[in-house]
């Protein structure tokens, strides 16, 4: 993530940063799927290829956990998905905020 946010340029890290912060995770057990239906943060789409690279590669820790046919089949949907997914920064960009 850290390769990721610092190769944001200022306009981009302007547009992911959030207003708000937050102190737990959004979705998980019994909040499976209930994605917020308002985007936040910036379009992958507007990234260069390099960044989307970036962003894959802070993906995959998420997916690792699993077993390889899973992790493969969640890595390739990520990767069919990627230009409508967003990247959102809440609070600061170092491991210290």
């Known amino acids: 993530m850290l390769k990721l946010t ?14 708000e912060s937050f102190g737990d ?8 799927g209930q994605f917020p239906t308002t985007k936040e943060g910036i379009a992958v789409s507007e990234l260069s290829p390099q960044q989307k690279k970036l962003v ?4 995959r820790p998420w997916v690792s956990s699993v077993d390889n ?3 493969g089949f969640l890595l ?3 990767e069919k998905e990627l230009n409508q997914t967003y990247v959102a920064v809440s609070g600061g960009t170092g491991l210290d905020t």
């Open 6 to 19: 610092s190769s944001l340029t200022a306009a981009q890290l302007a547009k992911a940063t959030l207003s």
């Open 56 to 59: 894959m590669a802070a993906i």
């Open 25 to 32: 995770v959004l979705l998980g057990p019994g909040q499976d």
């Open 69 to 71: 046919a899973t992790a």
């Open 76 to 78: 390739k949907t990520y």
